[in-house]
């Protein structure tokens, strides 16, 4: 079987200026995959690359065994962003709905006349139960808490049983116990559905413990591997290009020290240089990064 | 506008006739219906992408067009469509431009609005100031509808809620979900500027008949209550339409008995039924806490 997505000698650039090259990574279809690097590192315009939305500058990419464009009907994709406000008056479950016929012309029929729509709504029940929305969708979704939206945005991306979801930064503005339960969920969907997940993460802590692979871009290059294999001190000091420190705590989680643009606790990547949980609780994300 | 000598009975049938005796009557609920159920449907879509701001300037720079229209002497619903197309146009390239900011996006239209209202001011001047005139243009010519401005408004409606229905699903989906709408290839640009041109033949119309000033009456209170009372899509539009249906034919028929203009008694109606929403939630879950502000654009 084919590679989820495979870059061979990659090089993207955003007008102009060039925001990694040299990258050769393979993602195995029906892995659980992390994202990681400092803002501007070009998480996102990997997850472009991937979308076909941004063609490479150099070197060859493959995604589900073809181009990115032609991949693009079997990818679920969830952008990043801040969630919706409480004047939306949509349910839960017709923003769910959108993702499975949304883009289709015309007026949907009732479902007393269409069997059609009788599927579709099947489908969108399934999905809403399969992510643990039942109890809110028929909410509107303007009036749930930004881990219920969570939810049912992933099941916006699932609904068209996606052979690969592209996630990017599901877990910011969640708290702790959230980024946990959304975590444990994509888990799931990933061993279970046998769907390839890469998510863009902002701090790798939450999801450490369910990952099967990280790619890390940093200093305009990337690599990856599995998390404990390239989270540490001698390989993103290469990356960088100036010493890294990674202390892992007592507790199993890492935290890097010494990135260049991590002045103070802004928020950088793969950890946090400051070890004080409670705190994290409390500012769950320190910054959000401009896409690129 | 009023029209003095009829008395309403409480018998529902009686008043009925009374109301249709007369053709500037028969014409004006026709004229009206159309409207409504056309500004009803369009105005969901308003409010719900939030576009208030883009049909309240729509509405202004009706206004010049139909003053240059009656300047011109050409029919004055070429000066209502034409301006508002055009005017449509001019409110997607300067949102074309503001790509990141609303607020740049709204100064930029509130300018073209001013500058519309001038323009109307000066084609009013040059026209000889005839205030009887100005005052239609203002406030609507419910009650001077002829029959052929119902024949051109009930096509432009035809033509205008086809193209809605046709387009239904994906502007929804780009209303509420943009950038997943962009992501799965729905062509929101396209959507965003077909919905102003859109917009733009629903606010001619309804300025034509209410006003210039009163069009938000069936524009944006119905579409506003109806989503109110319901999250459901399909609700909502048909909701939406029945209100501003109800409306109407209501204030028209008030206004038949009474001293008072048929624009006052429409706006009344919609806006008692907002607030008797607003006071008695009709719906027991998920009350919104802040309305939709209708300075956003």
Same mark, same amino acid.
């Not at chain 1, 599901?170 to 708290?175: C, I, Y």
């Given at each position: 079987m084919t590679e989820a997505i495979s870059l061979s000698g990659a090089a993207a650039s955003r007008g102009g200026a060039p925001v990694w090259s040299g990258v050769d990574l393979g993602i195995a279809r029906g892995e659980f995959v992390a994202v990681l690097g400092p803002n501007g590192a070009g998480k996102s315009t990997f997850l472009d690359v991937a979308l076909g939305l941004l063609p490479l500058s150099a070197g060859g990419v493959s995604v589900l065994g073809a181009t990115p464009r032609a991949a693009r009907a079997r990818i679920g994709y969830l952008p990043q962003r801040r969630s919706f406000d409480a004047?939306?008056?949509?349910r839960g479950v017709d923003v769910v709905r959108l993702g499975l016929d949304g883009a289709r012309w015309g007026l949907p029929l009732p479902a007393a006349l269409s069997g059609s729509a009788r599927a579709a709504r099947a489908k969108v029940a399934e999905v809403v139960e399969l992510v643990g929305a039942?109890?809110? !969708?028929?909410? @509107?979704?303007?009036? /749930?808490?930004g881990g219920e939206q969570q939810r049912l945005l992933i099941g916006q991306a699932l609904v068209r049983d996606p052979e690969m979801l592209l996630l990017d930064e @599901? /877990? =910011?503005? /969640? =708290?702790l116990p959230n980024q946990a339960a959304v975590a444990a969920l994509v888990q799931r969907i990933c061993r279970t559905q046998g769907v390839t997940v890469v998510l863009v993460a902002h701090d790798v802590n939450p999801i450490l413990g369910y990952l099967d692979r990280v790619v890390y871009f940093a200093g305009g290059h990337g690599v990856e591997g599995p998390p404990r294999e390239v989270i540490r001190a001698d390989v993103l000091s290469e990356l960088y290009g100036s010493p890294i420190e990674v202390v892992e705590t007592r507790s199993g989680r890492l935290i890097v020290v %010494?990135? @260049? =643009?991590? %002045? %103070?606790?802004?928020g950088d990547c793969g %950890?946090? =240089?400051? !070890?004080a949980d409670e705190r994290q609780a409390e500012r769950p994300v320190a910054e959000r990064e401009p896409a690129g | 506008m009023s029209v003095a000598g009829p008395h309403p009975s409480w018998d529902l049938v009686a008043d009925w006739e009374q109301l249709t005796a007369y053709p500037f009557m028969v014409q004006a609920l026709e004229a009206g219906a159309i409207v409504a159920v056309m500004a009803g449907a369009i105005g969901w879509f308003m409010v719900l992408r939030r576009q208030t701001f883009a049909g309240h300037t729509l509405a202004m720079i009706s206004f010049p067009g139909a003053a240059a229209a009656t300047l011109a002497a050409i029919p004055i619903a070429f000066g209502y469509f034409g301006a508002c197309g055009l005017g449509a146009l001019a409110l997607a390239a300067v949102g074309r431009e503001g790509s990141g900011g609303r607020a740049g996006e709204s100064a930029a239209i509130g300018t073209v609005q001013a500058f519309a209202l001038g323009l109307g001011f000066l084609f009013v001047g040059l026209y000889g100031g005839q205030l009887a005139g100005l005052e239609a243009l203002l406030f609507g010519t419910f009650l001077g509808i002829t029959e052929g401005q119902v024949v051109t408004l009930l096509c432009i409606a035809v033509i205008t809620l086809l193209v809605l229905a046709a387009l239904a699903r994906p502007l929804f989906y780009a209303s509420v979900d943009g950038a997943v709408a962009r992501a799965g290839g729905v062509p929101t640009r396209f959507l965003g500027v077909a919905f102003l041109l859109l917009l733009g033949m629903a606010v001619a119309a309804t300025s034509e008949i209410v006003g210039a000033l009163l069009?938000?009456?069936?524009?944006?209170t119905p579409a506003a209550t109806a989503q109110l009372i319901t999250a459901r899509p399909v609700r909502g539009l048909l909701l939406s339409v029945v209100f501003a249906f109800a409306v109407t034919w209501l204030g028209l028929g008030i206004a038949y008995f009474s001293p008072y203009p048929v624009g006052f008694w429409v706006t009344s109606l919609s806006f008692g039924l907002y607030v008797l929403t607003r006071l008695c939630p009709l719906s027991p879950r998920g009350r919104q806490r802040t309305e939709a502000p209708p300075a956003v654009a």
């Open positions: 004047s939306t008056r949509v039942s109890a809110y !969708a028929e909410r @509107p979704i303007g009036s /749930l808490s @599901p /877990l =910011d503005s /969640l =708290d %010494g990135t @260049p =643009d991590a %002045g %103070g606790h802004s %950890g946090h =240089d400051h !070890a | 069009v938000f009456a069936l524009l944006v």
